[in-house]
DNA sequence: TGTACATCAGTGAACGCGCGTTCACTGATGTAC
DNA sequence: TGTACATCAGTGAACGCGCGTTCACTGATGTAC
């Protein structure tokens, strides 16, 4: 019953846990430029080299940061959805959409990390593409089941605007289907809206315009929703 | 007619101006993070206290870029919509949002600086955000003389909806006098939109979902144009 | 179960680097009279 | 127009700092037999 794990390798994966919170917190505290693996040593305690010992370089840890991030924003994502029928699109979308503003607020660092200006000279691996569409996917399903509940649509009923061309719509498809691809335009305004209001929101861009922010952000997901068509 | 400026009055604005235009140029290179004072005078072939004379500290050199950004963008956001007859929202409208596009893509650092994460433990001063509020005053300008034609409305047709109390409602109602504050909300999402989009497309969010942008942003523009109920 | 060897976390010293900022200075430019 | 003084751009040396990364090492842990 005991794993076969070996306790230095349960030490190993604790260090690099300690490694990764610790760097949250300086991010937290001084942005990502000002993230250093020495001073990520000294406050573990640790002689300055240590940190090589699980990290190739700064890159690398900054990649597995990034990774962390997609994933826990997706996770907090994907439960604050599953907390509702599946048939309640309206309920679901504002679940998801408050849960994204949600976690943003509380690890704005993290958000500015994924979010914000891109590090530069920092090529994003595959691997973090990847973790990035768990967000999209929630949303992609939640506008997948509204529209499997609709009556089937007479076939090509606005096909002159299905968007062949410029957008990717076998990708598209593929995150939300049984979406007409007549509707994929509307869904990318709606997911570009949530986070540039978030990005907003947490980047100063409000002040002077709006008060509060969480009766605002309430009033344009609905909008949204509205225009999405989402029933109940 | 010869100015009252002495030479020396006159090259201190030109090492100004170059101090500045290395600085973007440095900024293009390695991001706002990688942008030294040293740097700055090295290229200028000078030593390094040099700059000194004309920046107190790298922070002042970053308020003036900022400031220079915003102000550029402002400046060619209002030329675009300046082309057109003030009568034609609609053409304004897009000729704004493409200026828009067209500046971040033609300056994505400089774009990153205004419009992406926050400097850290950099707190912009007031003249910054006044220079901020050029481009929605253009936005702003576009609704409100959409609004003036408009046969006057029905007074408090939608009282209920005027967003008393989450908004800043005054300071929207001098950014866009005669539009009726029951429009702000939606007012606000347009602006948004446009910023969310231009940034999505240069911090490559759009990969693996719109292959051409420029379509994309065409159509998005078009709708919200409809949302905003622009005319001609 | 016991021994012999391999692995690996952490050490401590060192490399070469660039940074922001200060300061006393020189020599050219500007100003007042 | 000419002189006397004040201003100011640029110099060069120096301060103290932190960084990423390498490397040979030690001693504890893990593995094979």
Redesign the interface.
Known sequence: MATTTTPRAEARILQIETIKEVSRRLIG??????LSLREVAREMGLVSSAPYRYFANRDELLTALILDAYNDLGAAVERADARHSSSNSRARWHAAARAVRKWAKQHP?EY?LI???????YE?PLLT?EA??RV?RVLGGILSDEWARRPARAANSAAGNT?R????VE??SEQMPRVPPDQF??A??AW??I???V??EL???Y??????????FE??MN?LADDLGLSQ
């Open positions: 505290e001084k942005g990502v430029a000002g660092h500015g979010y914000g200006t891109p590090v530069p000279n994003a593409i990035a569409t999209t968007p061309g410029f957008l990717m990708n598209l335009v509307k990318l305004m570009t809206l986070f540039g209001f990005s907003f980047f100063g861009h002040v002077g315009t709006v008060r509060n922010a969480n009766v605002m009033r344009v909008e």
